[in-house]
């Protein structure tokens, strides 16, 4: 590997601590796609007419949306939310002698936000996602590595086996996620050797017999049949696998920067596209609309404007605003926000010169 290459390939630094770069991408990716979930739930698509009598939309981009989004995003959200509980937690340590209480404070600064949300888009995740990591935190604090992810795969299997995947799996694919990140997965994902590849043709192998289970065994949404929930994990594992193969080819440099901007204020985009798509919703009648199509437009147009205004925000400022609140309330002081511009010292002056 050429030097540039090697340091490209590098995790960023803030402090002493490092930044994986995959990871905030791969965020950004998942911030996508739940974006074309949750633009769909927002909006109500088409909820006025069945309330009016009127069928349910048949329409292949709504078809085609509970094919390669609903269901697939969702778990790599939860298990990135594993995985920084963990780093948080892993920083925590070191700077804090009481490292769980600090988590303590930011799983219920999360639901707090959450709650707000909750006056815009009732079926926000945040209060969700607080509520559970406050309940995994004592196995991922105090107990073995091995014990946490153990705990995960076996809560994860159970969960979409008894019940279809949904909020039961919160839980195991936290644990999943914290367990991963303990043993090394982060610096794995970023340098996607051997077993990123053998995990990826596995997945791959594995996503046509979980559609065609899916397409056979059910119809419509797929949050509401195991099959679609089965399918939609297996094609998670294949999305995330897939995207870290790319993150080793020239692609990166796009993928990084469209994906990374995202990534890095993931929890300022979430909110802030709830607001915007509940607003557009009272103007636009989503209610009474046959396809999905606009909405899916509104989606795409929406995640496009967030990753340049991210990227610019993010050239001024070390933190998204919603990010800086919550980072405040879990260190109870507030953190440096604007972004220092780098000083060069000049070169020593040699006899010669």
Same mark, same amino acid.
Request: hydrophobic content about 55%; aromatic content about 10%.
């Given at each position: 590997?050429?030097?540039?290459?090697?340091?490209?390939?590098?995790?960023?630094?803030?402090?002493?601590?490092?930044?994986?770069?995959?990871?905030?991408?791969?965020?950004?990716? %998942?911030?996508?796609?739940?974006?074309?979930?949750?633009?769909?739930?927002?909006?109500?698509?088409?909820?006025?007419?069945?309330?009016?009598?009127?069928?349910?939309?048949?329409?292949?981009?709504?078809?085609?949306?509970?094919?390669?989004?609903?269901?697939?995003?969702?778990?790599?959200?939860?298990?990135?939310?594993?995985?920084?509980? @963990?780093?948080?937690?892993?920083?925590?340590?070191?700077?804090?002698?009481?490292?769980?209480?600090?988590?303590?404070?930011?799983?219920?600064?999360?639901?707090?936000?959450?709650?707000?949300?909750?006056?815009?888009?009732?079926?926000? +995740?945040?209060?969700?996602?607080?509520?559970?990591?406050?309940?995994?935190?004592?196995?991922?604090?105090?107990?073995?590595?091995?014990?946490?992810? %153990?705990?995960?795969?076996?809560?994860?299997?159970?969960?979409?086996?008894?019940?279809?995947?949904?909020?039961?799996? +919160?839980?195991?694919?936290?644990?999943?996620?914290?367990?991963?990140?303990?043993?090394?997965?982060?610096?794995?994902?970023?340098?996607?050797?051997?077993?990123?590849?053998?995990?990826?043709?596995?997945?791959?192998?594995?996503?046509?017999?979980?559609?065609?289970?899916?397409?056979?065994?059910?119809?419509?949404?797929?949050?509401?049949?195991?099959?679609?929930?089965?399918?939609?994990?297996?094609?998670?594992?294949?999305?995330?696998?897939?995207?870290?193969?790319? @993150?080793?080819?020239?692609?990166?440099?796009?993928?990084?920067?469209?994906?990374?901007?995202?990534?890095?204020?993931?929890?300022?985009?979430?909110?802030?596209?709830?607001?915007?798509?509940?607003?557009? %919703?009272?103007?636009?009648?989503?209610?009474?609309?046959?396809?999905?199509?606009?909405?899916?437009?509104?989606?795409?147009?929406?995640?496009?404007?967030?990753?340049?205004?991210?990227?610019? @925000?993010?050239?001024?400022?070390?933190?998204?605003?919603?990010?800086?609140?919550?980072?405040?309330?879990?260190?109870?002081?507030?953190?440096?926000?604007?972004?220092?511009?780098?000083?060069?010292?000049?070169?020593?002056?040699?006899?010669?010169?």
């Amino acid at each position: 590997m050429s030097a540039p290459a090697a340091a490209a390939a590098a995790p960023s630094l803030t402090g002493a601590r490092p930044r994986w770069q995959f990871l905030d991408s791969l965020r950004g990716f %998942a911030v996508l796609g739940i974006l074309l979930v949750n633009a769909v739930d927002i909006t109500r698509l088409g909820m006025a007419r069945v309330m009016e009598g009127g069928a349910p939309i048949q329409d292949p981009v709504l078809d085609a949306l509970y094919l390669t989004v609903q269901t697939r995003f969702v778990p790599i959200f939860v298990f990135l939310f594993g995985i920084s509980l @963990w780093i948080v937690l892993d920083g925590a340590r070191a700077r804090s002698a009481r490292p769980a209480l600090v988590l303590v404070r930011r799983l219920v600064a999360l639901s707090v936000i959450g709650g707000l949300l909750m006056l815009v888009y009732p079926g926000n +995740v945040l209060i969700e996602y607080g509520i559970v990591g406050l309940l995994m935190l004592p196995v991922v604090a105090f107990l073995p590595r091995w014990v946490t992810l %153990a705990g995960g795969a076996v809560l994860t299997v159970v969960a979409y086996a008894a019940f279809g995947g949904g909020l039961p799996s +919160v839980p195991g694919l936290i644990l999943l996620g914290a367990g991963a990140a303990a043993y090394g997965l982060p610096r794995a994902l970023e340098s996607s050797g051997r077993t990123v590849a053998i995990v990826f043709a596995s997945a791959a192998v594995l996503t046509g017999p979980a559609l065609f289970w899916q397409l056979t065994t059910s119809s419509g949404d797929p949050r509401f049949s195991t099959a679609g929930s089965v399918a939609g994990l297996v094609m998670a594992v294949f999305y995330t696998t897939g995207l870290a193969l790319l @993150w080793r080819t020239p692609a990166r440099r796009a993928i990084a920067a469209f994906f990374e901007p995202l990534g890095r204020m993931a929890l300022t985009n979430y909110v802030g596209a709830a607001v915007v798509v509940a607003l557009v %919703a009272q103007v636009v009648d989503f209610g009474h609309t046959t396809s999905a199509a606009p909405v899916v437009a509104l989606a795409l147009g929406l995640i496009v404007v967030q990753s340049v205004l991210s990227r610019l @925000w993010l050239k001024h400022f070390v933190y998204g605003p919603v990010e800086w609140l919550w980072r405040t309330a879990t260190w109870l002081r507030p953190a440096a926000m604007r972004r220092r511009a780098r000083v060069v010292e000049p070169a020593p002056a040699t006899e010669a010169s």
